[in-house]
């Protein structure tokens, strides 16, 4: 029952699939009236230059099919975690489109079908829109994104960490947190009375399915243990609205509800943790289940109307309500566990050896998350060539998460057995967050050619985390009983910022954008977001000729936060944050059997946080240094098409993304001042060649290669997961309604 | 919790129900007498003779190929519709009535909209489609802000020609030239995301590093996340089930909430970790050693938080540099407030 529920969304996507499908070709099949003479002297009005004569409709599209071989060298986890192509059969794309010759048919004017990643690609969707004016509009979409994630340098202490004190050979092949997972989405939206200027009804509706194996790190009793997981959840989203205008007013209301529930879980049978010294821990047996449910009921409404031709005014309001429940269940069964209880087992004799018969934990909890959102929007047209916007936002939110905790250990040490149980701990983990923002901007329209914008932006947020409760992370004490802590904290910060730009077109081929935006705050939530800061974008287009166009970006951020956290003034104690970018691309396209194409773009990445952290320490206490990480990326492409022959074209292209990283940095944890320096120095490249042969009017054959390489320094991995995949294919692309 | 649950959707259906019935009202009473609405630019009363309005069977004389082109368009399909009825459409509804023009063949007599600014053209368009939800924060979008209007983007007429040639941004083959697409619909003038990439050029390197979100390979569409026509969310992003961050719609599984939420994922937003479009640093981090990205605000404890990671179990060596090794629920977890399980 589970899987044919799993099989909705395929279902419903072929089935309106089909239906439209048919209806279009029974539509089509219908023998034309004899045009009348009146009509016969109308000009015709069917679509451009292109579209295969289908009675009622013209229909144009393609569809290329064929196979596609594979051959990688070096790290295939790594190749399937960037790529996934496999060998195989593969629908590269498609695309469907019929149109009523008048523009409107009885059953639909327009039908549009557009897939591609099918077969062997690892991300396949495909969009169905199909609509007639007077009464309907459809949309559809489905993707299927099978998502592989196996990594040595992500997650794997198993292979870096150094083995002197594990009895265990390292691990290659796999980092703790490898995924192997299908993700299924689909959006199926239907618009009634799409074109009416009253009202449209509007339902939809979006299933989502999760599954598929995964490992996760369980990081407990003594040792480290790699678990497969048995991934598995859904969702379903419902809505309802409608869009329409009432009186001045046009208004839209959305009423959704989404019901979701993870039945994900882990049995495994005897499992040794990362350390293999039979002395520390170990399962013989070991499961957990979770599962959860929640549901998120939202509405939104918006409405907007323009006075006198001269204000324009938007206002929204969203609140969701998510809820979710869950059951916790755990259990287990090995030897050399550390329950981590304080005071127990009771000694003598020593805590380990042991043997656990049984242990067990039983969490259950409820969270609600309340989530209101209104904006208003207005706009001043002052004059034809001055406007004054304002947006007001506040948001507020607050999170209530409620557990209660037991569990029970059976422990036998010898020929003794001791047990222990608690129960009814509870905990309540609250966080509040309140927020307020206003932008105050103005534009002035010089000419059509000269135009500046400049604005200012305050912004008000107060978060407050409150816990109170026991410790889950604890497992207990014996004696003393475990014991209640509550904590509170608030924070608030005020944001200042500033912005500006303008666009200038001093000559017909030649376009400039600029735009800045300076913010500062007196105190930060997290030191990683944007508070003090000052962002610049460049940009420009030069067009020459309708043959050849240049384009260039240059957009730096400086991002200096404030070195004061929740009321303490500490000194130097910031995050500098700074990057550059550099982007340039060249189109020529000299005739119409050549195009060309190329660009480079250049990511300088500077990141210095004084951070706090425990180096080969044995102790609590805290080393203070810089983390740095840099990035040096440089990335260069170049493509092109040639018309060899009339009916041979080629196309061809390289592209390289190379980081220089830290280059010749090194870090050192224990010096003074002690660093902590990351990057990814690596080269990415992809050429690919493909030659096109039009056999046919309806038909090309079409014979490619693509080929991969990555090369990661030394510095990201003892071992290096470098890989090279060469992927020759051949295909037949097939038209309808192609031109001559 | 039923109870609530039922009132709302009474509520809803009751709403709809009545918008039906209103509007079933409405076109009874239209049925008694045309309506006239002085409003919008296309709204203005049919009287071809008197106020200057010829129809726009009359452009087709000159301009076949636009008007061929027009003829697939939502805009050419107004004139069809009763709640249209009485009103201009076609192409005099965007440059005005056009007897002067077709009379004596003057370019002046028509409006014409070559010499005016991008904010000038949209303005015309927003004349009907500012109240649509997707656009009614126009004017207070990034792209209006920076004088990029409805047209650099959309063909009104949906001319075909030149369609999804190769660019710089995303190499689109001859063959694919050859074959419709979104634009076609929406009357873009190139797809996705070959259209956004023209301008956002920076953002193309990053689609070619080894960890990606899947757009140039056609499995997500830009305006999938972003609302190109503005929007109240920072970098014009949409929102997901109500009042949740984009990127929730597809990663639900961080959705929550979690008896134990890691804060920032809410309040600051995926962002504040992830480089969404691409990264050469797995999970798409800002950082490619996570250990650096977690003590950037775990160090210095303030409060319930930013717990700084103390001790011999948090040395900075290679075995506990991925806090994520262990703290393996990071967006939030139900049963462990330091995210173990």
Known sequence: ?740 | MRLTKAIKTLFVCGSVLGLVMWFASTRSSQAVGARQDPKAVAVAPVAPDKTGYIGSDACKDCHEDLSRNYAHTSHAKLTELGSWKNRVTGCESCHGPGKAHAAEGDPAKIISFKNKSSKEISETCLGCHAGKEEHNNFRRGEHWRNDIGCTDCHSPHQSVDGKNLASSNVFVSKANAEKPGFSTLKMLKVSEPQLCLSCHTEIKHQFNLPFHHKVLEGALRCSDCHNPHGGFELKQTRLATGADAACIKCHADKQGPFVFEHAPVKTEGCVACHTPHGSSNPRLLKYSAVNQLCLTCHSQDHGVGAVEPVGPTHNQNAQYANCTACHVKIHGSRSSPVFFR
């Not at chain 1, 930060?524 to 030069?542: D, L, P, Q, S, W």
């Not at chain 1, 102790?619 to 810089?626: I, V």
């Open chain 1, 1 to 740: 029952m589970k899987s044919n529920i799993q099989k909705v969304p395929p279902l419903l996507a072929g089935l309106a699939l089909t239906v439209m499908l048919f209806a279009g070709v029974v539509s089509a099949q219908t023998p034309s009236p004899s045009p009348s003479p009146q009509k016969a002297t109308e000009t015709p009005t069917t679509s451009a230059n292109t579209g295969e004569d289908a009675g009622d409709y013209t229909v144009t599209g393609t569809i290329e099919m064929g196979y596609r071989g594979l051959r990688v060298g070096g790290d295939v986890n790594k190749y399937r975690s960037d790529l996934n192509y496999k060998a195989g059969p593969r629908l590269f794309d498609s695309t469907f489109l019929m149109q009523a010759k008048d523009g409107k048919s009885s059953v639909f004017d327009n039908l549009l079908v557009t897939s591609t990643g099918w077969g062997a690609d690892p991300n396949g969707q495909v969009r169905l829109s199909a609509e007639n004016a007077k009464w309907y509009r459809f949309d559809a979409s489905y993707r299927r994104l099978k998502y592989f994630r196996f990594l040595n340098n992500f997650a794997n202490p198993n292979w870096i960490f150094s083995p002197a004190t594990f009895s265990v050979t390292p691990n290659p092949i796999t980092g703790e947190h490898g995924y192997n997972t299908l993700t299924k989405l689909g959006d199926f939206d239907l618009t009634i009375l799409p074109k009416n200027e009253k009202i449209k009804i509007n339902v939809g509706f979006s299933p989502e399915r999760y599954g598929g194996p995964a490992f996760t790190n369980y990081h407990f009793g003594g040792n480290e243990f790699n678990f497969l997981s048995q991934q598995k959840s859904r969702a379903n989203d419902f809505r309802v609205g409608a869009d329409g205008k009432l009186g001045p007013i046009d208004f839209s209301v959305l009423q959704g509800f989404r019901l979701f529930r993870d039945d994900s879980f882990i049995s495994l049978g005897p499992t040794r943790g990362i350390n293999l010294n039979p002395a520390v821990a170990s399962f013989t047996s070991y499961n957990r289940q979770e599962p959860a449910r929640g549901e998120v009921d939202y509405t939104r409404l918006s409405a907007h109307t323009t006075l006198a031709k001269k204000l324009d005014i938007t206002a929204r309001l969203v609140h969701s309500d998510a809820t979710s429940s869950f059951i916790y269940d755990e259990t287990f069964a090995g030897s050399n566990i550390n329950p981590r209880i304080t005071g127990w087992p009771p000694t003598p004799p020593a805590a380990t050896p042991n043997t656990v018969n049984l242990g067990q934990f039983d969490i259950s909890g409820r969270t609600k998350r309340p989530n209101t959102l209104f904006d208003l929007g207005a706009t001043l047209m002052a004059t034809d060539k001055f406007r004054l916007s304002n947006t007001f936002r506040v948001e507020t939110f607050e999170i209530t998460g409620t557990g209660l905790f037991s569990d029970f250990f059976s422990i036998t040490r010898g020929t003794r057995t001791d047990t222990f149980s608690s129960g009814n701990l509870d905990v309540t983990k609250i966080t509040k967050y309140r927020k307020y923002q206003d932008t105050i901007e103005g534009d002035y329209q010089f000419s059509s050619r000269y135009s500046v914008h400049f604005g200012y932006r305050y912004g008000n947020r107060h978060i407050e985390e409150f816990f109170n409760g026991f410790n889950f992370g604890s497992n207990g004490s014996f004696s003393p009983p475990p014991a209640r802590t509550t904590e509170e904290s608030v924070e608030d910060n005020h944001t200042h910022a500033f912005l500006g730009g303008f666009k200038a077109r001093p000559a017909n081929n030649l376009t400039i954008y600029f735009d800045a935006e300076h913010g500062t705050a007196d105190n930060v939530f997290t030191r990683i977001g944007n508070y003090n800061y000052t962002n610049i974008r460049a940009k420009t287009r030069y067009t020459p000729s309708r043959k050849l166009s240049f384009n260039a970006a240059l957009i730096t951020k400086n991002n200096a936060n404030p070195s004061e956290i929740a009321g303490s003034s500490l000194q130097n104690f910031g995050v500098d944050f700074k990057s550059r970018i550099f982007s340039s691309t060249l189109d020529w396209t000299p005739n119409s059997r050549m195009a060309l194409t190329g660009g480079y773009t250049y990511n300088w990445v500077n990141s210095d946080s004084v951070i706090d952290f425990s180096y080969l320490s044995t102790t609590n206490s805290a080393l203070r240094g810089n983390a740095l990480y840099f990035m040096r990326n440089h990335f260069v492409f170049l493509e092109s098409t040639t018309q060899l022959h009339p009916r041979v074209s080629l196309f061809a292209a390289y592209r390289i993304n190379k980081d220089n990283g830290q280059g010749d940095r090194l870090q050192n944890p224990t010096g003074s001042p002690a660093t902590l320096i990351s990057s990814y120095p690596m080269s990415y490249q992809s050429p690919e060649a493909r030659l096109a042969f039009r056999i046919h009017r309806r038909l090309d054959w079409n014979v490619g290669y693509q080929y991969y390489n990555y090369s990661e320094s030394s510095l990201i991995s003892v071992r290096p997961q470098n890989y090279h995949a060469h992927l020759p294919y051949t295909s037949l692309r097939v038209y309808f309604g192609r031109r001559e």
